[in-house]
T-cell receptor, first 113, second 113 residues
């Protein structure tokens, strides 16, 4: 089954404790992306990757890091989480064209105390 | 630059009545347009997309949308609402050769029995 998986699905942590949210896709997609969803703001892009070892900032990259060492994986790293990063996070993947359908993971709900 | 505006943050309809969710976009070039649906505590699922083919696009679950270039609109409609349609809906604009996908703020659809 074609899918994007994220782990963990739920995470409660404390300010400053480094964490990683994993994302993996099995569709051989070149393009992967991370979004955060906050009430009334829709989804905002954090980082995206066009292919292995190619990443770039989205609209809200501050406080986040990513890496793309393998085509299927695109982890999101919060080196020193803060309460304003409490949000619902989605990973997504698609083929390179902007007209192609983007497939989303199930989401990770993060709470930073 | 491109952007998308969903004109209603909340729409409430009765079961069996028509649904209209409004979306206006701004884009310098011919865009691709998408509607995604998010059911409570779920990820995002593609309803339909427009990519410069037929202007009337049919999607899943009886939804359809019409691309109107003169009005820069891509409104989502359904002739008869079902209780299972209650969800949040996102309009998204993208360019074919661009990595920038812009999400609207979302419209929450409530369906009353």
């Amino acid at each position: 089954e074609a899918q994007v998986t994220q782990n963990p699905r739920y995470l409660i942590t404390v300010t400053g404790k480094k964490l990683t949210v994993t994302c993996s896709q099995n569709m051989n997609h070149e393009y992967m992306s991370w979004y955060r969803q906050d009430p009334g703001l829709g989804l905002r892009q954090i980082y995206y990757s066009m292919n292995v070892e190619v990443t770039d900032k989205g609209d809200v990259p501050e406080g986040y890091k990513v890496s793309r060492k393998e085509k299927r994986n695109f982890p999101l790293i919060l080196e020193s989480p803060s309460p304003n990063q409490t949000s619902l996070y989605f990973c997504a993947s698609r083929r390179p064209s902007g007209g192609d359908t983007q497939y989303f993971g199930p989401g990770t709900r993060l709470t930073v105390l | 630059a491109q952007s998308v505006t969903q004109l209603d943050s909340h729409v409430s309809v009765s079961e069996g009545t028509p649904v209209l969710l409004r979306c206006n976009y701004s884009s310098s070039y011919s865009p691709s347009l998408f509607w995604y649906v998010q059911h409570p505590n779920k990820g995002l699922q593609l309803l339909l997309k427009y990519t410069s083919a037929a202007t009337l696009v049919k999607g899943i679950n009886g939804f359809e949308a019409e691309f109107k270039k003169s009005e820069t609109s891509f409104h989502l409609t359904k002739p008869s609402a079902h209780m299972s349609d209650a969800a949040e809906y996102f309009c998204v604009v993208s360019l074919y050769n661009n990595n920038d996908m812009r999400f609207g703020a979302g419209t929450r659809l409530t369906v009353k029995p």
